[in-house]
């Protein structure tokens, strides 16, 4: 086993991850199927791009975590700065972690109150998108960290 091979054997290698916070200007009564729309259209791109992540939304706060290829991260960050449904975007954190925290999820929409979160995981065999309501007994505890602070940087002042 080395760097590249985790315990199970499997091909392991660092991948970027991309951390941001952006307040909504989609307006509260078009923000349900705006949304909708959002996550339609990201989980088909992340697909596509390899990109996974997930996405806290908190009033007309977002927290998003992506990960994948650093300049396909790149790239799509950008794109979403000049996406006219967002402003004040602020960087919070990008790095190289050992493997994807959400290797699962094309994108996951997340509660930040610490409640039921809903679970969108990608079912690979069936190239479908699974919601899966209520506690997740597979989080890991690298997920359950980073989500952790998804939720401490959506109460936190822009």
Do not use: C
């Not at 339609?40 to 390899?50: E, P």
């Not at 700065?81 to 050992?98: I, N, P, Q, S, W």
Request: hydrophobic share 35%.
């Amino acid at each position: 086993m080395d760097e590249t091979t985790s315990a199970d054997g499997h091909e392991t290698q660092p991948v970027f991850q991309l951390i941001y916070r952006s307040q909504s200007r989609i307006p509260s009564d078009q923000r349900r199927v705006e949304l909708g729309d959002v996550f339609t259209t990201a989980r088909r791109n992340n697909k596509r791009l390899g990109v996974t992540g997930a996405l806290m939304v908190s009033d007309d706060l977002f927290v998003q975590t992506l990960e994948g290829d650093e300049p396909v991260v790149r790239d799509l960050y950008e794109r979403i700065a000049t996406d006219a449904r967002h402003e004040r975007l602020v960087l919070l954190k990008e790095e190289y972690v050992g493997e994807r925290t959400f290797g699962r999820w094309a994108m996951a929409k997340v509660s930040e109150d610490g409640g039921s979160d809903i679970r969108l995981l990608s079912n690979a065999t069936k190239g479908v998108i699974v919601a899966v309501p209520g506690a997740d007994p597979s989080i890991t505890a690298e997920q359950e960290a980073v989500l952790s602070s998804m939720r401490e940087w959506l109460a936190t002042e822009a």
